[in-house]
Nanobody, 114 residues
Framework: QVQLVESGGGLVQAGGSLRLSCTAS????????MGWYRQAPGKQRELVAI???????NYADSVKGRFTISRDNADNTVYLQMSALKPEDTAVYYCNLQFTREYWGQGTQVTVSS
């Protein structure tokens, strides 16, 4: 079993920045693809960004140029640096780990006020 613990969410004004963190409880982290997803009220969960074990990244078009995903294998942690935030970025953000199966964090709320 793998636990994913997220932190860093909160309330920020439009144009501001936040950094989300997600720490995994096991060392399979370094072999895993890590992702950030989000779910806004009344909408389906959507991919925000992923990073493979080799460091390849991919982003949703809506966040390209504003968000950066990175990982620290020594600390079993993945980060999502979010800049130039918009009200439409408001959602619960979930960390995801994919290895032989996938695991989810509990989610952290990000609210962007206009």
């Amino acid at each position: 079993q793998v636990q994913l613990v997220e932190s860093g969410g909160g309330l920020v004004q439009a144009g501001g920045s936040l950094r989300l963190s997600c720490t995994a409880s096991r060392n399979i982290f370094r072999f895993s693809t890590m992702g950030w997803y989000r779910q806004a009220p009344g909408k389906q969960r959507e991919l925000v960004a992923i990073i493979t074990s080799g460091g390849t990244t991919n982003y949703a078009d809506s966040v390209k140029g504003r968000f950066t995903i990175s990982r620290d294998n020594a600390d079993n942690t993945v980060y999502l640096q979010m800049s130039a935030l918009k009200p439409e970025d408001t959602a619960v953000y979930y960390c995801n780990l994919q290895f032989t199966r996938e695991y989810w964090g509990q989610g952290t709320q990000v609210t962007v006020s206009s």
